[in-house]
């Protein structure tokens, strides 16, 4: 998928322009597969701010820390660096085709690492880890399945205190969701049509 988000942050480079369909398709893989670099970070925060402000995503499920993405400096060189991208020509235009480049030929999501620069650090923006084909994003102190942020309509809700009697009668039914819960004491996931929230 990496090379998909690089392949249409290309063509967006190339067009000179964004393109909706481009745009939301990069959100979407970005976010589902934890693809963070300095582009994708700005259109993922882009996108939730104005999902949350028009009470289409509720703010607990976003995938960013709030504290830490939205940081007035931070997120201006994040749209800065976003915006570059629109540019035919200069410096700041042959390094994002690198980096789109970069992406392009990545066999290995941990490679994306490579994209980054002194004004953005993956950690402080955003605590991802894979597990099981799986993105979790932590957001204050829970780790977010990225799938919540797709579910529509109503989706049972099951709540689970971390380490009781449930918990582990959760695990010994679905072995297979162990290693999400060994990502945390606090964790939101969606497993057979269910959203389970487990906490302290």
């Known amino acids: 998928m990496a090379r998909r988000v690089g392949y249409l942050l290309d063509q967006i480079r190339l067009l000179g322009k964004e393109e909706k369909e481009l745009k939301d398709e990069i959100v979407e893989l970005a976010r589902k597969y934890g693809i963070i670099t300095p582009y994708t970070s700005y259109l993922i925060v882009e996108d939730e701010t104005k999902r949350v402000s028009r009470n289409r995503l509720d703010a607990k499920y976003q995938t960013s820390d709030n504290a830490s993405v939205r940081s007035y400096a931070q997120n201006n ?19 994002a085709s690198r980096d789109f480049q970069t992406l392009t030929d990545t066999e ?30 932590q957001s204050g102190d829970f780790w977010n399945d990225s799938i919540i942020q797709e579910i529509s309509g109503n989706i049972k809700i099951v709540k689970i205190k971390f380490a009781s009697d449930e918990y582990f009668s959760l695990m010994k039914k679905n072995p297979e969701i162990s290693k999400f819960l060994s990502i945390g004491k606090n964790i939101r996931f969606v497993f057979e049509k269910r959203l389970y929230e487990i906490s302290e």
Request: hydrophobic residues 25%.
């Open 108 to 137: 290995n999501i941990n490679k994306i690492q490579k994209i980054e620069d002194k004004n953005f650090t993956v950690s402080n923006q955003f605590q991802i880890k894979n597990v099981m084909e799986k993105s979790f994003y």
């Open 77 to 95: 060189e994040n749209k800065r660096r976003y915006n570059v991208i629109k540019e035919k020509s200069g410096k700041d235009s042959v390094e």
